[in-house]
């Protein structure tokens, strides 16, 4: 069994597949994710809500991020895993984004690792590739800007289109293999896909583009009771899972757990 690499999913891409692709966190979810041919596994820095409760993705440390990194890698054996750089580990320098990235490589075995910005990171980008480090780009909604930007659709006016289509052609020059395209107006996100010749992968930006990413904790219900628009619940685990957290409870309370079969004579 052969692990996937960028030359995999260009190929796919060219030859007209959809990309699948998931974000999550730890070695059990990736390995049910492999199981099903998943094309790319991102530890995405959403799991400071998902995982360590946090409210936004800013307290999310290099940390954090290569640890659950690492676990994936371990968890997975076809899927190419893409290592989420967070806030502040790569914006300084392109000196500090050298080797913030080459840790994802070197520590945590990831195959590639995925920055936001446009035109702004373009050169940041480029330097990246030229060493060896494959690079997902990442326009639209960028949530480690939230305390500036907030969280708002973007592409709805003439200026924005045609800022993201720059900043998506931007990081295909700088040689990014593929560019998420998070929150974009739909039409606006199959303008960019036609724009450029990577893969785009869309959380919130339609059917039109090249793939899509989905967090695992959203499409699984275990996100609480906020599902975002762009989601979809495609099964309920969250009540079966506290159903079986009930049941124990009330049976180590009435004594009846552990039972016989569960304990050593």
């Known amino acids: 069994m052969r692990r996937s690499t960028v030359r995999d999913i260009t190929s ?24 099903i041919d998943v094309d790319i596994l991102l530890v ?7 995982v360590l409760g946090y409210d936004t993705t800013v307290p999310v440390t290099i940390e954090d991020c ?20 967070p806030f502040a580990t790569y914006q300084s320098s392109v000196e500090v984004a050298l080797e913030n990235a080459a840790r ?5 075995g990831a195959h590639a690792v995925k920055l ?4 702004f990171m373009a050169s940041t980008v480029e330097t990246l590739v030229r060493s060896g480090i494959p690079v997902m780009g990442h326009i639209g909604i960028l949530p480690q800007s939230v305390n500036i930007k907030g969280y708002k659709v973007v592409g709805r006016n003439s200026s924005e289109e045609q800022q993201l289509i720059a900043d998506a052609k931007a990081l295909e020059e700088a040689g990014a293999f593929a560019v998420v395209l998070e ?26 583009c090249s793939g899509q990413i989905q967090v695992a904790h959203d499409i699984l219900g275990l996100s609480g009771d906020f599902i975002p628009k762009h989601a979809k619940v495609f099964a309920d685990i969250a009540s079966p899972i506290k159903k079986a957290f009930e049941d124990y409870s009330q049976e180590v309370r009435d004594s009846s757990f552990p039972a ?5 004579e």
Request: hydrophobic content about 40%; cysteine-free; overall charge neutral.
């Open 183 to 208: 929150g974009v107006q739909k039409d606006v996100a199959e303008k960019i896909t036609q724009s450029v010749g990577i893969p785009t992968i869309g959380i919130g930006a339609g059917a039109g």
């Open 260 to 264: 016989k079969e569960n304990s050593f």
């Open 104 to 108: 994802f490589m070197q520590e945590a």
């Open 12 to 35: 796919q891409y060219k030859e007209g597949n959809k990309l699948v692709s998931l974000s999550l966190y730890d070695a059990w979810m990736a390995k049910l994710a492999d199981q």
């Open 66 to 85: 290569l640890r659950h990194t690492a676990a994936v890698v371990r968890g997975s054996k076809k899927a190419l895993v893409v290592g989420d750089m």
């Open 44 to 50: 995405g820095d959403s799991l400071g809500m998902t």
């Open 116 to 119: 936001e910005g446009g035109t």
